[in-house]
């Protein structure tokens, strides 16, 4: 399996607080990325990275920072969380940006916004 | 653009049974194909991909998919079902934009009946 670790693996927290979530990675792998699951929508991307400090946004980003000091390290930040905000969140890693790559996930973090 | 559509949401099979998931997809270019799976808390693992090479592809616990241009389908089968089989599957396309843009299908959800 891909070294990728997500923390905290569940979390409860309530509405207004913010909230941030890591990703670590022992591939030294270029891209990450972060998504959410929901019921009858698949995995849908947030935002990804292609390096160190370079990020952009993905499908639904509102409402959602990310950060990548390191090449390891991914961060995902819900400023003031909201409980449309209630998910799974699932990091993933590939080597390149290449069609053919696959992406490797971690085990998610459930989160919970009341 | 690109879409993917996987057609049954549920899938109910018995152990030892033959397993057909279905997939549809779209795409303006030529696609890489994958399959992952998923399992309850776990995040997604890769079962086989497609990337332009043969068009029957084979995976790992015996899946295989094949790649039908024709009828831009992507099909992922396994002679005789598993009770460890039991999880949810996801196909998904991906093309070049910029960075690696993939689109997830929905999700079927497979159960095997002992």
């Known amino acids: 399996d891909a070294g990728i670790t997500q923390s905290p693996r569940h979390k409860v927290t309530e509405t207004g607080t913010p909230v941030t979530l890591r990703c670590h990675q022992t591939?030294?792998?270029?891209?990450m990325y972060w998504y959410r699951q929901d019921p009858g929508h698949g995995l849908r991307l947030i935002h990804y990275?292609?390096?160190?400090?370079?990020?952009d946004k993905g499908e639904v980003s509102d409402g959602y920072s990310v950060s990548r000091s390191k090449t390891e390290d991914f961060l995902l930040t819900l400023e003031s969380a909201t409980s449309s905000q209630t998910s799974v969140y699932f990091c993933?890693?590939?080597?390149?940006?290449?069609?053919?790559?696959?992406?490797?996930f971690g085990d998610g973090t459930r989160l919970s916004i009341l | 653009a690109q879409s993917v559509t996987q057609l049954d949401s549920h899938v109910s099979v018995s152990e030892g049974t033959p397993v057909l998931l279905r997939c549809n997809y779209s795409?303006?270019?030529?696609?890489?194909l994958f399959w992952y799976v998923q399992h309850p808390n776990k995040g997604l693992q890769l079962l086989l991909k497609?990337?332009?090479?043969?068009?029957l592809v084979k995976g790992i616990n015996g899946f295989e998919a094949e790649f039908k241009k024709s009828e831009t389908s992507f099909h992922l089968t396994k002679p005789s079902a598993h009770m460890s089989d039991a999880a949810e599957y996801f196909c998904?396309?991906?093309?070049?934009?910029?960075?690696?843009?993939?689109?997830f299908g929905t999700g079927t959800k497979l159960q095997v009946i002992p």
């Open positions: 990275s292609y390096g160190v400090k370079d990020t």
């Open positions: 998904v396309v991906s093309h070049s934009g910029g960075y690696q843009k993939v689109t």
């Open positions: 993933a890693i590939s080597e390149s940006g290449q069609t053919n790559q696959p992406q490797h």
């Open positions: 795409s303006s270019y030529s696609p890489s």
């Open positions: 591939e030294n792998h270029r891209y």
């Open positions: 497609y990337t332009s090479a043969a068009t």
